[in-house]
């Protein structure tokens, strides 16, 4: 995980209603994902302009991990929200029908879906590779612009820390996104794309959750998930940043991971439903196989 996520209090699950948005919305996680990562597949003539393709490669490898973060807050946020019980009839989920999004207790087990806030699931016409590289980016830099205002749209809506601390960290690493998106139009053509930043027009700062990864120069470490490719990247992302001035600089490799959270057994959704299973069985066939086995 590229961030530790606390394990909410008293989590709200139409909080986790509203995150869907940034998961499998127009402008959520997957949609930056799959946009960027076909326009790097789709990429033509890459060894003549290398940077511009090491700088999308490099941006596509990260929104892996943001899809992640964002699916495991929704998690968090969902785990314990209703009655745990094998007994039907008390009526355990009697709590499920006021919920935002019922599809997350009929469509899953209390868990993340690649749907938007509304319950629609996401939909591969979110991508657009154009093969025009001035397009996809002036794209690109719009696709991330509506991130931000959804993120931010989204922290306004939830109070759950769990929730808050993870759009916080988005809108820094969204935000060099926008950054490096914006650079690379001006070595393309020339044009200041820099001084229309931020859309919207609100620093990272004015988010208490936001300026704690602002502090530690989130903002400014573009990751290239590779200690060996995407290493021309470094030719587009460098320079001060638009915000504060600092020089952004290029790190070869990945980012610092955290553990992912254990989530708990929901039974009144048969999640995961093993209920009758002997987990000795698996411990008695690693101990003659020599692996190490904990449950």
């Known amino acids: 995980m590229p961030i530790e996520l606390p394990k909410p209090n008293n989590p709200p699950d139409n909080d986790a209603a509203a995150l869907q948005e940034l998961l499998g919305g127009k402008f959520g996680e997957m949609s930056t994902l799959m946009n960027y990562t076909f326009q790097s597949?789709?990429?033509?003539?890459?060894?003549?302009?290398?940077?511009?393709?090491?700088?999308?490669?490099?941006?596509?490898?990260?929104?892996?991990?943001?899809?992640e973060v964002v699916s495991y807050a929704i998690n968090l946020l969902l785990t314990g929200v209703t009655k745990r019980?094998?007994?039907?009839?008390?009526?355990?989920?009697?709590?499920?029908?006021?919920?935002?999004?019922?599809?997350?207790y009929i469509a899953s087990g209390q868990g993340s879906l690649p749907v938007d806030s509304m319950g629609n699931f996401w939909t591969g016409q979110n991508v657009f590779s154009s093969g025009n590289l001035k397009s996809d980016l002036l794209h690109n830099f719009f696709l991330e612009c509506g991130a931000r205002a959804n993120k931010i749209k989204a922290y306004e809506m939830v109070t759950d820390p769990t929730a808050r601390m993870m759009v916080g960290y988005l809108l820094v690493r969204g935000g060099l996104h926008v950054v490096a998106y914006a650079?690379?139009?001006?070595?393309?053509?020339?044009?200041?794309?820099?001084?229309?930043?931020?859309?919207?027009?609100?620093?990272?700062?004015?988010?208490?959750?936001?300026?704690?990864?602002?502090?530690?120069?989130?903002?400014?470490?573009?990751?290239?998930?590779?200690?060996?490719?995407?290493?021309q990247a470094g030719l587009i992302w460098n320079g001060p940043h638009p915000d504060d001035g600092q020089e952004c600089y290029v790190v070869e490799g990945g980012m610092p991971g955290y553990p992912v959270p254990d989530l708990e057994e929901e039974s009144q959704l048969s999640a995961p439903g093993d209920e009758d299973f002997d987990p000795q069985v698996f411990s008695d066939m690693a101990k003659k196989m020599g692996i190490k086995y904990d449950y």
């Open 183 to 231: 650079k690379a139009l001006e070595k393309l053509t020339g044009v200041e794309v820099t001084k229309l930043l931020p859309i919207p027009n609100l620093s990272n700062n004015a988010f208490s959750e936001a300026k704690k990864f602002m502090e530690q120069k989130q903002h400014l470490s573009l990751y290239t998930f590779s200690q060996d490719d995407y290493q």
């Open 41 to 67: 597949f789709n990429f033509r003539g890459r060894k003549k302009i290398r940077p511009f393709y090491d700088i999308i490669a490099s941006i596509a490898g990260e929104e892996y991990g943001h899809i």
């Open 85 to 104: 019980g094998h007994d039907p009839v008390p009526a355990p989920l009697a709590d499920a029908v006021n919920a935002r999004n019922t599809y997350h």
